[in-house]
């Protein structure tokens, strides 16, 4: 089995993490095909970027030409997982709903930590679409950018295991999903401080993509990810509008 | 691996015909061990049976002495998973939430047919305490008792094509799942009718089960599913009081 | 009038205080008749234990050949009131949801104080499925074993007023319902602590069995809580397999 | 134990009916006292007229000097509950929600048969804030209005049981509670058609009001039903502006 | 363009600070017609007094002979919108939707903040039956009451900083509404203290009103808010029953 | 004061239309700019052409470098408003939740009549995050592609009155929102088909644009509509990879 992992931003660092853990987690005679997009922000860190983002893994995706079995969007509340599944025959899996998910089976309730404070409601609202907050006991930040997780992920632990704290002892999560692509390889570490499960989302993903493939179903075409109609589509030349920088 | 199916019934035809659906699921490697419970109802269509096939289920579990890596509960909207979780050290996994699952990862909406009209607000409310009825579109009977489909599972098909045919083109679901354990087998036949996928319990749940087990996560300790306390704990002696016959 | 209050675990002791608080709220004429399971749990604080309980409370009361008009279950956050309205020809009244009702006729909102912190989950779920969680505040655990309530109320009575207290003043809470069966004979205390009202379930429940009975209703049998089918049970010889001791 | 029984219309005949609805409730010893507006709508079928109601039905109250142990408000999906439990020091039921707890002590979900279409979003939005609707099947007319089943009830009843089993048979109802307090005596002739329970609120209201009564309980005043603060409130002097007629 | 603003309330000071407000978001061409209702009480803090006052707004409305093209209601969490919607041809907007609404534009959530505790949970229901509580954060109360406003609004502004800075840090809004008509003119205060778009409900009002007139769109007839049906409806005489002082 | 109005896909005969539906909802003194953008889709009926859409708005505003005091994304039921919110220091009004708040000051419920039915639940999930989905009553569709209402939108009308009669009487909507910005100019004829109010999306942005402009209020930038941060972006270069398409 063939699974394509697809990272969210530029970074070939982090897409190297991705693999990495998406490895980890893969069951025996299953292959991790990581894949960074061609364009698109630098880290994902809000809606605009999430949509570019949404679009270069659909485009990376699409001129993939050998075949696969699943796919993997591996960014943390992020955009593109409903549009992958239209764009793909095979099944679509989405690092945010495949760790509540897995979460789900282990406890109660769960909680997430992630990176910036101006993520949380973006992972809420894709939990809040993916038809998973019920048992979402909350959504906690560490104040930690993404790409400073990938440059130095020791420094950031302490950070991410305070809040998960929270999380467990005020918010009353049991189980702990942790909220950023970037994070995978701290679970073993925040596990052992907390005494809860914790779950990496691109591990949760890779079984769940797994699981798809060998159960032989694929993703309903019956009503919304119905395949794109025919229809002209254009692309950009030239460099983007800056947007967001000082003289914005 | 090694995965206990526990049936929630005492039908060993039921339980063989689940333990089917299991190894047809399962990754090589896999090992399925098929259990009946001692004691309990000839099938569960109601709250009291329900109860006691939990309970049931659990001391059948309970005396498996044997290593095993995970626990699947194949009772469709039936009581006892949460016991379960508390009872064992390794995970859990019930086809409800298992089915639920694995079709909200395939469609924006699922739907379930089931056996009968009784058993659905059990089902209803099983989804709603997993917190999994957000995307949950229907729930359907096709008229039809639990040890029928066991009987003559081919005479039910009509029905629950029929019924499942209402889910997807009224109720608006994209993905159907097969609401009783005794259904599995009929998976093939109903998606050729319908062009939806269709999820069996049994099968989703196996792979949910071998999910876990690879990830290294057990269930939660810190409040819902801790052990249960030791304590003096008895059982009934003698035959059970009538219960919903005709002299009650 | 005759109403059928049972207890839900094994406690002589226990049985007596709650038919005690029966007695105490029931009208001139009702009488109570206090019910104790033939097996079971000593005491109910997890799922696996309130199972069992159901099983037994309902074999309780099959056997029970005098006649009655209602039947109370009497522990706070348990399983088995469906099953008893399946098996019962006669109102079945749990002291969960009957507390709740009669706080949400008094304020805004209500909050449930508990002893155990792991069955606070157990009793929002039966909240969940019984409808009533929209005006519930909040529920804390006073950290005091069932048990330990019998033995020696008035240590835990800080305890219990000072959640109740949070529930009021950081919750919003405007009444108080007491969370276990054996709470029973606090509420006076609690109320004059806190300047609100404070339901006790047991007393609660007696009023709205009086109340069903008076206007001559029952269960509707006309889906969920149809009586059980005519079928095989069989019920467990010899002693249980230990669950949750030291060697499990 | 006196029971006020407030009418929210000004029709006489209307009270003495839901007078009499009360009387068969009521317990041995409970006197039923019937309360009739000074002022206000003939009927009450909108929001307009409901306001003045529960203006009319405080004054009403208020002037009454005699002692009274608890209040019933006998308007269905009228407003007037939460300003009357300011007003009063004693307990005060309302028969929207009395009907509405009382249908959920029975079965699963309730639906609620009701006068006018342009009622139904009233009653839905009574149900909302009093946190009751999460086990309401449905709300249906049978387009007869209020002062039409007064003067005529019989003819109105095969428009009501019509409604009635559509809320069983399609939305799923298991229990009927009657949306008007003007349909006080048709709930026997309804249930034996339909063989489910029918729920009068006026009955339900006697009932939950006795309870509180004899419990000892009234509303709470921490917060929402505090006492109105003492301060200048006059009243209009001549006739009042037409409101809905042909000229407005 | 001609809107009537209507106070809830007999203080013609507040009808003209709200007038005040009401003119300064008004377009050119818009004239402010700002009434005072005839009777009714000083203050609106309550249900009893909410519902005076919305039979108070409906007759002095009512009594309004010349033209004008929609209604503002000025009191914030008081019942009488729907009231006024069905007297009145014209759209009709009230201050608490109207903010709501406005912030929502504005944030992913928003907060009230209010003057008294006691009206919270009124205010939360107003939201909830208009549908618009998924986005609210937070209600919180500066225990200032309305009078006080407008006999000293500066001395109030420090409290009602110091909830609306915990509605944004500890809730989590990103807007904050004034929850009080008398709150008119310290939004550009607030806003500076805090950063965060302040919302002024008659201002929103009035802009709102201003774009339902410019856009021809009118109140739905089709059930709601269908025109009362022409019926008797009397009015007090003499003087009203105290309520609420000390010898009630 | 000047409006971008931007369209969602590349048409410019839909731009042209947009344009003249806003200039007819504006104020005296509103200058409305329309923006077709430079690259996407030439319809959006889905989930990647919706992504591509929004990048493409983003970008097309970014470079538009005359003054503007507030912008206006008229895509039904597409993403994009978010992103837009980062990218402009102006408010942003999306047509999906202008309507449905227009609507839902004109009556208690709302139903949306859109093209095709793969995008029911898109529009529903933009409900849905913006948080005004509780008194949405449905959503339908006409069965008819954008482009057709483009090119015929005469012969579209019959199946859309159709789409919205069974919104009124079967879902009780009381308002109807026209689900795509194409059927500017269709709102009359309905109303008059129907007799209930109709939003077309378009001139409800225009209006609440106006609004929050004259209040003098922008987008919060406390958390979720933070500016985008400073960081590399890079745009794909040479020809888009065909989606969706006969060979994909």
């Known amino acids: 089995m063939r699974l394509l992992v697809v990272n969210v931003n530029t ?3 982090m897409t190297a993490e991705i693999a990495q853990a998406a490895r980890a987690a893969a069951s025996p005679g299953t292959e991790i ?3 960074t997009p061609d ?3 630098a ?3 809000g809606n605009y970027e999430s949509h570019l983002a949404a679009v270069a893994v659909c485009q990376r995706v699409a001129r993939h030409t050998d075949p696969y079995d699943a796919v993997i969007l591996a960014g943390f509340g992020d955009h593109g997982r409903e549009a992958l599944q239209e764009v793909c025959r ?3 899996v989405d690092i945010t709903e ?3 998910m897995t979460a789900m089976l282990l406890g109660h309730s769960y909680g997430v930590v992630t990176t910036l404070d101006r993520t949380v409601p973006l992972i809420r609202d894709r939990l809040l679409t993916a038809g998973l907050t019920a048992r979402c ?3 906690r930040a560490a104040d930690v950018p993404v790409l400073e997780l990938e440059s130095d992920p020791g420094s950031s632990l302490d950070q991410i295991v305070e809040q998960a704290r929270l999380l467990v002892e005020v918010d009353r999560a049991e189980v702990i999903c942790l909220g950023c692509g970037g994070m995978a390889g701290l679970s073993e ?3 052992a401080e907390l005494s809860v499960p914790v779950v990496d989302g691109v591990a949760a993903a890779v079984t769940h993509a797994e699981s798809l493939v060998r159960l032989g179903l694929t993703t309903s075409r019956v009503r919304t990810y119905a395949r794109p109609l025919p229809k002209p589509v254009t692309f950009p030349s030239g460099a983007p509008a800056t947007i967001g920088g000082a003289g914005a």
């Open 33 to 35: 095909v990581p894949l």
């Open 98 to 100: 495949a760790s509540a």
């Open 137 to 139: 006991a909350g959504i």
């Open 11 to 13: 970074s070939e660092a």
């Open 189 to 191: 570490r925040i596990a």
């Open 90 to 92: 095979v099944p679509v």
């Open 39 to 41: 364009f698109g922000p």
């Open 43 to 45: 880290s994902v860190e």
